[in-house]
């Protein structure tokens, strides 16, 4: 059997044959097709080319937040503004490496550390610093060594470990997600194949959280037409900074929250992508989780460094896992890393070593709290700032405190699609369809402007 | 799940017992003995046992941490545009046809492991035959990445224990008879754990007969550079697949040749038919990707970018690379030369025949346990030593070592 050699030499100039990829063929089986061409009185066997294996793979749809950042580059407008971005920016809105990551790295450089695989565990120092951070270091769970914690690659890695984890070992369990939530969660349950559901949080009408709904929903689930909640689900919390709304429940709701998901034996499962970032404080912001903590309950967190300590691209994070004795932790572990072997084999060290060398520095840690209270208070100063121009700019007297109330990078502004068009097609503010704002994009010189845009979108336009 | 007070309901979730390597490795770490051995470990060694770090990359990270201009955003899902395409280069050839007409994408991953995962999750996706054949034997981690992404594992006669070389017949048998449309795994060069290696001729038969059952190639180069120390040459075997104009997947690593381990530095590349295709492909790669991990990690690229861009950078790291290469024959050499004038019996030419860092040395797993026992040598039990693992004042105690359960008669 000849080989698929694209002989073009052979082919009179006369002769054009469209090869790339319309010569469609019955089936991707059949691997054979010759065409006979005569030019010049001589007869020239070309082999025509197979088709390829992939003929059928279609276009993806496009990431609907990268399509923001893409849209906002494109725009030639001096006024515009990318309220669609992820990442922290200063004030002058560039791009920020913290200086303590800066040192740690230099650090690194001077020892001359060598880039051994890790552990498929992760760096050890990394893992013991992180659920240090996250539970606090006198916390009898970790003192009695009852969490299994692996290095994950930041919060979506451990996330998927976490939801590999589950399908493995809880199958047909669901997974109870925020309405909203993180546009990549349902993603990581679908090809985790974990099943979903969805229980409410967003109120439109408040521009708060659906209390009410929320709880109703994390106790009976409505699934089309079917009551569905199973005990035993695993209930997806956002631990601090709510991922697209910026709303969060208070203390007293998480109390309530941790009761109904105890009264339904439901596994609460954290997304902690915000620690330290929210309200400047490492501890604040882990409150609702050592709640949990507290109640002696099982339960999974997922953590991130990409935000508080700006490590975005080195892809550090790791996912923890609390269980009621070290046994089961050791056990657990080795299920995890089990998971993650033929993902990548073991992760990368470079973020890992940077976040140990920080945390067990009490010189960089303290560097560290200090620049993530900067970051933190950046962003609640420009949320104060736009607050006050909506009020001053707003001449309705609408009440825009849900701005105040709400934390972290992101705010749910209230506007709906058609108001979110304007805000980009007239105002040149580039933002995500459901109302999301990132406020690390904002800084108070353009508040006003902005304030503008949200008064004209939300009372001109239906 | 009903759990009671202090019950758990994670009660029912077995132990997964350690890697048998791995646990291997601890009990080497573990033995006081001063003379002992770790031939089983998978990573580069310096003649005096010691992890290496490449001087170019120590250059280069030297530059990063102080270019103020460099920033920790995220990458896209597909990985540094740079890196991808230097990578492609790297492995297919700067003046590639493929690369040319745009028939490539490549998509940074996490080293030889993360490549060879998506590729497996992108063809249990998009490609019609879930089945993937690969070499009896192969390196012992193959197996899962294919396995996790649903996709059947069967075997390939490779390795001849009689020859101590390849029993090319018995491949080309089993390629024959495996359907048209499956996936075979085949490593580019340095094979792992054998050391054994097509010729050229008969990588072109390989070739000839895959594109004929219209098989579909998947390669994994993890030691571009460390069987003849020259780039180029070690990237033939997969040259002569993209030349035909033919389709397949290339997992590459940065590992071993750039001493990058624990940077999980690798490329997935698809060479396809067109670039039509090229472009939906990358577009559904990164749908796998996204909900695995979002984006790669940037420091290990960011050094790879930074040596293949650079003309005096990456002419110092081919030199490292040789002189690893030169290093890794120069133990075999040492090792065959140092049991040959012991009069050990048996032929043992297949350590100085053998490639790249690892050779089936040809010991059954009596004779190991017998090496481990007396001679403190650790090696894993189907017989594999890594030539890295050794310098030139070891070579006496290892071939002793062998001499021993040799004429023992373990």
């Known amino acids: 059997m000849a080989s698929t050699m694209l002989s073009l030499a052979s082919v009179s100039p006369s002769f054009s044959l469209s090869i790339q990829g319309k010569i469609k063929l019955g089936s991707l089986e059949r691997n054979n097709l010759f065409i006979k061409t005569e030019s010049f009185g001589r007869m020239s066997m070309v082999a025509a080319v197979n088709p390829s294996r992939f003929e059928g793979v279609t276009m993806a749809p496009p990431d609907p937040i990268l399509g923001v950042s893409e849209a906002f580059k494109a725009s030639t407008n001096e006024m515009k503004l990318n309220l669609g971005v992820g990442a922290y920016r200063t004030e002058e809105l560039q791009p920020y490496v913290l200086n303590v990551v800066k040192k740690a790295e230099n650090l690194m450089l001077e020892r001359g550390e060598n880039k051994e695989y890790l552990p498929i565990e992760g760096l050890a120092a990394f893992n013991k610093a992180t659920a240090e951070l996250l539970f606090g270091a006198d916390n009898p769970v970790i003192k009695e060594q009852k969490v299994a914690t692996v290095q994950g690659l930041s919060g979506t890695g451990s996330l998927r470990l976490a939801a590999a984890f589950i399908e493995l070992y809880f199958p047909g369990a669901k997974a109870l997600i925020s309405s909203p939530t993180w546009g990549n969660h349902k993603n990581i349950f679908n090809d985790a194949r974990v099943p979903w559901s969805e229980y409410r949080y967003y109120d439109p009408k408040t521009v708060g959280l659906d209390f009410e709904g929320m709880i109703s929903d994390i106790k009976t689930c409505f699934v089309f037409h079917e009551l569905y909640s199973p005990e035993g689900s695993f209930v997806l919390l956002h631990g601090c900074a709510h991922n697209p709304t910026g709303i969060d429940p208070t203390p007293q709701q998480w109390e309530k929250i941790a009761d109904v998901i105890q009264e339904k034996n439901h596994i609460p499962f954290f997304d902690v992508a915000y620690q330290g970032f929210a309200s400047g404080s490492l501890d604040a912001d882990a409150a609702a989780v050592r709640l949990f903590v507290a109640r002696g309950m099982e339960l999974l967190v997922a953590q991130s460094y990409s935000k508080n300590l700006g490590l975005y691209a080195e892809r550090i994070g790791a996912i923890n896992v609390v269980l009621t004795s070290s046994d089961t932790a050791a056990r657990v572990k080795s299920q995890l890393k089990r998971l993650a072997r033929p993902m990548y084999s073991n992760p990368p060290i470079h973020g890992a070593k940077i976040v140990a060398n920080i945390v067990g520095d009490p010189t960089l840690f303290s560097e560290w709290k200090a620049e993530m209270e900067m970051m933190a208070g950046r962003i609640k100063n420009v949320r104060q700032k736009l607050y006050d121009s909506l009020c001053a700019e707003d001449k309705s007297r609408k009440d825009w405190s849900f701005i105040l109330k709400q934390i972290g990078m992101f705010s749910f502004t209230g506007l709906n699609k058609t108001q979110t068009e304007n805000m980009t097609n007239k105002w040149h503010v580039f933002m995500t369809k459901d109302g999301r704002i990132s406020l690390a994009g904002l800084n108070l010189a353009k508040c006003e402007y902005l304030s503008n845009a949200i008064i004209d979108s939300y009372h001109n336009v239906c | ?410």
């Open chain 2, 1 to 410: 799940m009903k759990p009671h007070d202090g019950d758990s309901v994670f009660a029912h979730i077995p132990h997964v017992p350690e890697v048998p390597l791995y646990a291997m490795l601890v009990a080497f770490s573990k033995d006081p003995t001063p003379l002992k051995l770790n031939l089983g470990i998978g990573v580069y060694r310096t003649e005096d046992g010691k992890p290496f770090l490449l001087n170019v990359v120590r250059r280069v990270e030297r530059l990063l941490v102080n270019d103020m201009s460099t920033f920790k955003e995220h990458l896209p899902t597909t990985g540094m545009a740079e890196f991808n395409r230097l990578s492609a280069k790297l492995i297919l050839g700067a003046d590639s046809p493929a690369i040319k007409e745009n028939r490539v994408t490549t998509v940074q991953c996490l080293s030889g492991s993360g490549s060879l995962r998506i590729g497996a999750e992108f063809l249990a996706k998009h490609y019609h035959h879930h089945t993937v054949y690969m070499s009896q034997p192969t390196y012992a981690n193959h197996p899962n990445f294919f396995n996790a992404a649903g996709l059947a594992i069967k075997t390939y006669r490779y390795y001849d224990p009689g020859t101590c070389g390849l029993d090319f017949q018995g491949m080309l048998e089993d390629l024959s008879s495996a359907p048209s449309g499956a996936i075979v795994l085949l490593q580019a060069c340095a094979h792992n754990p054998t050391g054994v290696d097509p010729t050229l001729p008969q990588w072109q038969q390989i070739r000839q007969l895959m594109r004929s059952k219209g098989l579909f190639p998947f390669f994994d180069s993890a030691y571009q550079g460390f069987v003849s120390g020259n780039l180029d040459e070690d990237a033939q075997s997969i040259r002569l697949f993209v030349a035909d104009g033919g389709e397949c997947i290339i997992a590459q690593s940065y590992s071993k040749i750039m001493g990058l381990y624990g940077e999980r530095v690798g490329a997935l590349s698809i060479v396809c038919k067109t670039a039509e295709v090229a472009s939906c492909v990358e577009s559904q790669l990164k749908l796998v990707i996204r909900p695995m991990y979002n984006n790669p990690p940037i420091h290990g690229a960011s050094i790879v970018a930074a040596i293949l861009k650079d003309r005096d950078m990456c002419n110092e790291w081919s030199i490292e690379v040789k002189a690893m290469s030169d290093r890794l024959i120069s133990m075999r050499r040492q090792l065959f030369d140092a049991l040959r004038d012991k009069g050990t019996p048996g032929d043992w030419s297949h350590i100085i025949r053998h490639v790249g860092m690892f050779t089936f040395s040809g010991l059954n797993p009596k004779q190991v346990a017998f090496m481990n026992q007396e001679y403190h040598i650790y090696m894993s039990s189907d017989g594999r030593i890594n030539m890295a693992g050794l310098g030139p004042q070891t070579v006496p105690h290892l071939a002793d070592a062998i001499h021993a359960a040799v004429t023992i008669g373990v």
